[in-house]
């Protein structure tokens, strides 16, 4: 059963995402000129997702994946162009129509074996299947630990390989921000990002997950961008 929190907290990012910052969110995810501080979010998403791609088998042919949270679908083309069958969702409808439009951009994929298929919905889903790994990158950073830590354990059962995720690392440059984002009107206001201390993560994940490991880690800032990967593995 869903808790009210991650209910009521998935609601709030789909209304943001899908009427709020569709078109901020398009622009900030394409190669269109953007601002100062846009330009570092921009970087520093690329950086997150080449680190999550390279803790992936470089050939992925035959493996499943769950690209929970796609956006635009960037990961998940980076991750059919080596070959894997990518199920790509996400709570707004808006963006997952714009990914299937930006694919025709990229046909190229389906040469290598590649498939991709996105689809709206709730990325906890148990009809969405077993996958061989699961990719959530800033899709969780908007929730609770608890409410992270119940999403990760979703997942568990039907995960043969590994879990890469991304939380907002508790640091004091990330709190101030988040303060000062209280200042805005609440129209313009995205949901709040969850920041999360990594030591009470790591203790949450030991206690929710005993048959699963914490492997690599990796802290990527960039200017307003801050976010930290990290890799669960089956012991």
Excluded: K
Excluded at 26 to 36: F, I, K, N, Q, Y
Excluded at 61 to 67: E, F, S, T
Excluded at 139 to 168: C, K, N, Q
Aim: hydrophobic residues 45%; proline residues 4%.
């Amino acid at each position: 059963m869903e808790h009210q929190s991650y209910t009521h907290r998935r609601g709030e990012i789909e209304h943001y995402f899908d009427r709020t910052a569709v078109q901020a969110w398009a622009r900030l995810t394409s190669d269109a000129p953007v601002g100062r501080i846009r330009a570092t979010v921009r970087a520093g998403r690329e950086r997150m997702r080449a680190t999550l791609l390279d803790w992936l088998p470089e050939d992925l042919h035959g493996a499943r994946i769950l690209d929970a949270g796609c956006g635009t679908g960037a990961f998940a083309v980076a991750a059919a162009r080596r070959g894997a069958s990518v199920l790509a969702i996400d709570l707004s409808a808006t963006l997952v129509e714009l990914a299937w439009q930006r694919l025709a951009q990229h046909l190229d994929v389906f040469g290598n074996g590649g498939h991709i298929e996105f689809r709206a919905g709730d990325m906890l889903s148990a009809e969405l299947g077993t996958f061989d790994h699961v990719v959530a990158m800033d899709s969780l950073i908007h929730y609770e630990t608890a409410d992270a830590v119940r999403a990760l354990s979703a997942w568990a059962p039907r995960v043969r390989g590994s879990m890469l995720f991304t939380f907002a690392p508790r640091t004091p440059a990330l709190a101030a921000m988040h303060a000062v984002g209280r200042w805005f009107p609440r129209g313009d206001r995205a949901p709040a990002i969850e920041p999360v201390a990594e030591g009470a993560l790591r203790r949450e994940l030991a206690q929710s997950l005993p048959q699963w490991h914490a492997a690599r880690s990796a802290r990527v800032a960039s200017g307003f961008y801050t976010s930290q990967a990290m890799e669960l593995r089956t012991t």
